[in-house]
């Protein structure tokens, strides 16, 4: 059993920062690719940025310049590292990850958290 738990989100003003994390636990094997998405109310999920587990990163172009992704693959953890927090930024922010866990070291699956939320407003 393998889970995903984001957490750090909140209200924040415009022009602010936020640090969300992204912990794993469980019975996991290694980790792969680690990515953060969000859902702004009533769109879709959408891509925010990934890194590897050898720490290549990619963002979304929405967003660079401005969030920073990284990770400790040590203690299974990943952050988000938000600055300069702009109303289009709320949203729910949603970890997922690629795991290949102990009970099954032939299968990579994909696994997601429950989901932070983060509100920007003044």
């Known amino acids: 059993q393998v889970q995903l738990v984001e957490s750090g989100g909140g209200l924040v003003p415009p022009g602010g920062s936020l640090r969300l994390s992204c912990a794993a636990s469980?019975?996991?094997?290694?980790?792969?690719?680690m990515t953060w998405y969000r859902q702004p109310p009533g769109n879709k999920r959408d891509f925010v940025a990934s890194i590897t587990h050898g720490g290549t990163t990619n963002y979304a172009d929405s967003v660079k310049g401005r969030i920073t992704i990284s990770r400790d693959n040590a203690k299974n953890t990943m952050w988000l590292q938000m600055n300069s927090l702009k109303p289009e930024d709320t949203a729910v922010y949603y970890c997922?990850?690629?795991?290949?866990?102990?009970?099954?070291?032939?299968?990579?699956?994909?696994?997601w958290g429950q989901g932070t939320q983060v509100i920007v407003s003044s």
């Open positions: 997922n990850a690629r795991i290949r866990t102990l009970a099954n070291i032939d299968f990579i699956g994909n696994y």
């Open positions: 469980g019975s996991i094997s290694s980790i792969h690719a």
